[in-house]
């Protein structure tokens, strides 16, 4: 390192040596879509309300209207990613018949499938659920995000199959009441390849799930930490009345509400060291291991065959690399001043 402004010329004042360092390759959410990965989409519907002796017409009125708003958006806007057009469609926060006891993890069409096809299956299951179902004063929200996490977690850990990323959108009016059993699935959810999307319905009694859907990796409980940022929170209520029209409306819901999911499902699978799709096969070089095996590869023989790679490839795809090395990945480094 030399001082370019000292008065008799350049003068060496230290010396950087890099001990160690690593190549990494930064894959993109498009990558991981062109490689094969599928997003797979979840739908759980909170049906509990705070006071449901009070519940009136308009009341049950206004929150159809909402749950076909979001539903409706999220459906039109997903559908390219989504090609057999099904979603996995849950209730909570509910008594079910025949029996009508409590369950906070029941399918939306009231059947032992909660796949519902397209839109308007999803709103046909949720009008049969309202009309049947008796409403808790209060919801359990973690026993849905341990069944999606560990539905998504047990996907990743099968090798064979093409790997999934589960997202899943929690549409309610915020009656918790388990939220310290849901800010420990939601520290679960967050080694499995899922992402959550709180979405509020209504203006009040969502500060609880709003400040957790914000966390982010700050998320902690008895010491165990959100190993990643899966969360996220958006109010639908709040973003129809700051609109005007209902293309201002879904355009700006659902640029609260999908914002994050691209970043979260690449950043899972680099953390993971999964590469997209038949590339990871032959890119062996860097932190990423093949996408078959999803574990870690040995870190012997990865500079000789990454420089091969490197050779044998076009000037635009060696441009492409450089540009997605990280500084930020080096070990140590150390500064000598005795020079």
């Known amino acids: 390192i030399f001082n370019e402004t000292y008065k008799q010329g350049r003068k060496p004042i230290g010396e950087v040596r890099i001990c160690r360092y690593q190549q990494l390759r930064v894959c993109s959410f498009l990558d991981y879509i062109r490689g094969g990965t599928s997003l797979k989409f979840a739908i759980a519907i909170d049906f509990s309300i705070r006071d449901p002796q009070n519940l009136t017409h308009n009341d049950y009125q206004q929150y159809s209207n909402d749950i076909e708003f979001v539903v409706r958006c999220l459906g039109e806007t997903l559908e390219p990613f989504n090609p057999n057009n099904s979603w996995l469609s849950y209730g909570f926060g509910a008594k079910i018949p025949p029996h009508y006891r409590d369950s906070n ?16 299956g999803v709103l046909n299951a949720f009008g049969k659920s309202h009309q049947h179902v008796h409403p808790l004063p209060g919801a359990k929200f973690s026993q849905i995000i341990y069944h999606l996490a560990k539905q998504a977690q047990n996907n990743f850990n099968r090798a064979s ?32 390849p899922i992402s959550i999307v709180f979405i509020g319905v209504g203006c009040e009694g969502l500060d609880e799930i709003e400040r957790m859907g914000n966390a982010g990796k700050r998320l902690e409980f008895q010491g165990r930490k959100s190993e990643r940022d899966n969360l996220q929170f958006v109010n639908a209520t709040k973003t129809r009345l700051e609109c005007d029209n209902y293309s ?9 509400a999908l914002q994050q999911i691209p970043w979260q499902c690449s950043t899972f699978y680099m953390q993971n060291h ?28 990865q500079g000789e065959e990454e420089e091969l790679r490197m050779r044998t490839s076009s000037s635009g795809e060696q441009t492409r690399n450089r ?12 500064l000598d001043d005795s020079r």
Not at 105 to 120: H, M
Not at 323 to 334: E, F, G, P, Q
């Open 161 to 192: 199959e093409p790997p999934n990323y589960f997202v899943l959108f929690v549409i309610t009016r915020g009656s918790i009441e388990d939220l310290k059993e849901t800010v420990q699935a939601a520290i679960f959810a967050s080694k499995a």
């Open 105 to 120: 993890n029941f399918c939306l069409s009231l059947d032992v499938d909660a796949t519902c096809q397209g839109v308007n």
């Open 323 to 334: 540009r997605h090395r990280l500084s930020n990945k080096m070990r140590s480094m150390t």
């Open 248 to 256: 201002d409306m879904s355009t700006t819901f659902l640029e609260k």
């Open 274 to 301: 999964v590469l997209p799709g038949k590339s990871s096969e032959e890119a062996t070089g860097g932190l990423m291991a093949p996408s078959s095996s999803r574990r870690p590869s040995s870190a012997h023989g």
